[in-house]
T-cell receptor
Framework: EPEVTQTPSHQVTQMGQEVILRCVPISNHLYFYWYRQILGQKVEFLVSFYNNEISEKSEIFDDQFSVERPDGSNFTLKIRSTKLEDSAMYFC????????????FGSGTRLTVV | AQSVTQPDIHITVSEGASLELRCNYSYGATPYLFWYVQSPGQGLQLLLKYFSGDTLVQGIKGFEAEFKRSQSSFNLRKPSVHWSDAAEYFCAVGPSYGGATNKLIFGTGTLLAVQP
């Protein structure tokens, strides 16, 4: 069964450093998403991406965050200057179409900012 | 505002016992409804989804869920729990067709423990 692949599975970074989280969505999917889950809290929507542009973003997704689909297969989330509160599990998801197609999530990247 | 409530943070059941996890939602229109499961260190796996039609939907691993519009609920059930079902379960709502957004809204999750 096709999978969404995320790398790395765990990243530790110092506060103020830039990090890039990588995702390889399912190949025929058109919609891409990033969600995050702070430890003990709910899964929160960050951003959706379609047709090479951001289609929706949450208030969490401020100027420190950016997304890119650099080569037609990878989908990346960049955090420019990490803060302690960015420590969370970050999930990538993709979808073949709109909501009725469902969403396939990756296994996540645990980001720890120290 | 759109929201999902899972009132039970932690549930413990005995292996072989039946299970019901509660989910209530607040949404402007009839949403699409999902249940996901997250095992430790794993991603979110889709158990089942409801879009329309029969209000009782079957999913993987023997799970089912029933949509009750009058109660704004989408409770997850399993008649006989296995030890491998121990995990965290998330209810989520998404926009129905034609909505202006594609994002999912998740509940806070219910952590299921299974006693031998």
């Amino acid at each position: 069964e096709p999978e969404v692949t995320q790398t790395p599975s765990h990243q530790v970074t110092q506060m103020g450093q830039e990090v890039i989280l990588r995702c390889v969505p399912i190949s025929n999917h058109l919609y891409f998403y990033w969600y995050r889950q702070i430890l003990g809290q709910k899964v929160e929507f960050l951003v959706s991406f379609y047709n090479n542009e951001i289609s929706e973003k949450s208030e969490i997704f401020d100027d420190q965050f950016s997304v890119e689909r650099p080569d037609g297969s990878n989908f990346t989330l960049k955090i420019r200057s990490t803060k302690l509160e960015d420590s969370a599990m970050y999930f990538c998801a993709s979808s073949e179409g709109g909501p009725s197609y469902g969403y396939t999530f990756g296994s996540g990247t645990r980001l720890t900012v120290v | 505002a759109q929201s999902v409530t899972q009132p039970d943070i932690h549930i413990t059941v005995s292996e072989g016992a039946s299970l019901e996890l509660r989910c209530n939602y607040s949404y402007g229109a009839t949403p699409y409804l999902f249940w996901y499961v997250q095992s430790p260190g794993q991603g979110l796996q889709l158990l089942l989804k409801y879009f329309s039609g029969d209000t009782l939907v079957q999913g993987i691993k023997g799970f089912e869920a029933e949509f009750k519009r009058s109660q704004s609920s989408f409770n997850l059930r399993k008649p006989s729990v296995h030890w491998s079902d121990a995990a965290e379960y998330f209810c989520a709502v998404g926009p129905s067709y034609g909505g202006a957004t594609n994002k999912l809204i998740f509940g806070t999750g219910t952590l299921l423990a299974v006693q031998p």
